[in-house]
């Protein structure tokens, strides 16, 4: 498989991406790596950068889950 080089934004635009087509998407580190093809320290900074800016939330399974999503399915997440 070729890798393709991109930046820390490029990435963090791919996965939000995703996760805009695919509202109820839930994938652990390592699928997101196998889905989008990349390094595991990058994949781990993209998803948790974006669980910081609170697009993405972490479950306690270590699943990445759209926040906005997760806050309208279980109220346990809700703000």
Known sequence: MIQLRRSVPEWRTVVMDAYAMQPSLSLTRPQGQRLWGMDAPTC????????????????????????????????????
């Open 44 to 79: 781990g900074y993209v998803l948790d950068s974006l669980v910081d800016a609170g697009v993405l939330t972490r479950t306690s399974g270590g699943h990445y889950c759209r926040a906005d999503v997760l806050r309208t399915l279980d109220p346990v997440f809700a703000m």
